[in-house]
């Protein structure tokens, strides 16, 4: 595998920076705006062409990320669990499209990657470190976990293909959290001793 390279890295962060506000907004207004099949149908075909782009630059380029086949498996997860959206009703679809939020935090981390390329310290970095951390919690290590217990009591009460799928595609996702929450603590720890 080739080394990482910081000008490919610039052009993946900005294709990120680009796309994925795109991805959270409609997710946002199909959650809280209109919870309709048909923002339902948008919102999932364009986060699968986001995550199915990606994962052809990463295949393409894998030296544009620093972990390439980390993040080629946790596209591989999250597209599966995404192109199962419209097969699963009532509340759990809403509590999975919820999780997707995640992609928020995802933003803020990219983008402070991005600027701290070019800024090494400043206000502007103090604040999307908050925001990240924050969002970084709520969304990874408080929400992604009680999705997870969601999804096994459906799993409990209806048990089938779709639930068990959507169930270890979780597992999945919140392992990978838990394995970059400890990397996260281990970077601040470091920094602040």
């Known amino acids: 595998m080739s080394e990482f390279n910081l000008e490919l890295s610039n052009k993946h962060d900005i294709w990120n920076i680009l796309w994925l506000p795109i991805v959270f907004q409609i997710n946002l207004y199909y959650l809280f705006v209109d919870y309709s099949k048909e923002i339902e149908n948008i919102f999932v075909n364009v ?13 393409l380029k894998p030296c544009s ?4 086949k980390i993040i080629l498996l946790h596209h591989i997860v999250t597209i ?19 999780t997707t939020l995640v992609e928020i935090n995802t933003w803020i981390r990219i983008l402070k990657h ?14 999307l470190d908050t925001i990240f951390i924050t969002s970084w919690i709520l969304l990874r290590c408080i929400l992604g976990p009680y999705v997870q217990f969601l999804l096994g009591m459906e799993c409990y009460y209806n048990i089938n293909f779709i639930n068990l799928s959507l169930y270890f595609i979780g597992l999945v996702l919140n392992t990978l959290s838990l394995k970059w929450s400890y990397n996260i603590l281990t970077h601040y720890y470091q920094k602040n001793e």
């Open 47 to 59: 986060f699968l062409i986001y995550l199915t782009l990606d994962f052809i630059w990463i295949i």
């Open 114 to 127: 991005f600027i701290t390329k070019y800024i090494s310290k400043s206000f502007l970095l103090s604040i």
């Open 80 to 98: 599966s669990g995404v192109a199962l959206i419209p097969s699963v009703s009532g509340n759990i679809k809403y509590v999975i499209c919820l």
């Open 65 to 68: 990320v620093s972990a390439p």
